[in-house]
């Protein structure tokens, strides 16, 4: 009798198992249809780019969130470009291309990815900024803990807060990741990344996560919130209040966490997580545009002094 319930249980656990990663990989199939990816093995328009301008000019690395890419930053460095600054955005690994580099992924390759892209930058210009969105502004935390040769820190819905749940799932990804290798990095019911219903079907984000991603996420995630403290340089930070991934509460205390003297929070309202391409977005790139104008002239008085 044992026995013929312990293979009922083996039989019912195969089965569970199958139509999970069956409905895993319809949800990959799904992504792919949406986002086809190009002879360059990039999903079109996900390319990190450059605007460019002289050696002298003041410039900025932006780095995106996790399962998205360079084109949520697109017109932020647009605004910065035409106010006199270069602005390099790269793509990171295993983002804006399939979602099979994006189960390939690890912690270690997005940041060493921002190094490299702040070290070539510093060798052009001799002012350089720092700025990053969602898990990008983990990043940026993290860069900008690390060198405090940066004159100033910009983090936009930086995730500095991982869900309970979200965190657990990832914790054990390497347990349930083979019976369900994609899952939707958001409930569909739940509000949405960006709110804009033009901006949200141009959106080129996956909209899907894969174990190691997840992994990677959280490992960023508790590295950047280590890191706060460690951040000298002048932060701006600016967070929606109807953000549906960092509650006010998270937003508020990872805030207070930074170690920077020179530090402000503003708040912005009617966008959701994605505030670089929401509505209110103009707003949002005046606010770090005077930030980084403002530093950048103190500091040319200060030396001229």
């Known amino acids: 009798m044992l026995t013929l319930f312990l293979w009922i249980v083996v039989v019912a656990l195969i089965v569970a198992v199958g139509l999970a990663r069956r409905s895993a990989f319809r949800l990959r199939d799904e992504t792919s249809l949406r986002l086809p990816v190009g002879d360059n093995g990039l999903i079109t328009g996900a390319e990190g780019f450059e605007l460019r301008r002289g050696t002298d000019a003041p410039a900025i690395l932006l780095v995106h969130g996790g399962g998205d890419t360079p084109q949520t930053l697109r017109y932020l460095a647009e605004y910065l470009h035409a106010r006199g600054y270069s602005v390099r955005v790269p793509l990171l690994p295993g983002h804006g291309r399939t979602l099979r580099a994006f189960s390939e992924v690890v912690a270690d390759q997005w940041i060493q990815t921002v190094r490299n892209a702040y070290r070539e930058l510093v060798q052009l210009h001799s002012w350089v900024a720092v700025g990053g969105l969602s898990m990008g502004g983990a990043l940026t935390a993290q860069l900008a803990a690390e060198q405090h040769s ?22 054990f990804a390497r ?43 959280r490992i960023t995630v508790a590295r950047a919130i280590r890191s706060l403290p460690m951040i000298e340089s002048p932060t701006l930070m600016v967070q929606s209040r109807d953000d549906n991934r960092i509650a006010p509460n998270a937003a508020q205390s990872a805030f207070e966490r930074i170690g920077a003297s020179d530090k402000q929070l503003i708040w912005v309202t009617g966008a959701g997580h994605v505030i670089t391409v929401d509505d209110g977005r103009e707003h949002v790139f005046e606010l770090v545009t005077d930030w980084l104008d403002r530093h950048r002239a103190t500091l040319v008085r200060e030396r001229r002094a």
């Open 150 to 171: 940066i004159p100033v820190t910009v983090l936009l819905s930086p995730y500095l807060a991982m869900p309970g749940r979200i965190s657990m799932a990832a914790r």
């Open 175 to 217: 347990l349930w990741g083979f019976a369900v290798p994609y899952v939707r990095a958001l409930d569909p019911t739940a509000p949405r990344s960006i709110q804009n219903e033009a901006e949200a079907q141009r959106s080129l984000a996956y909209g899907v996560f894969t174990p190691a991603a997840l992994r990677a996420l």
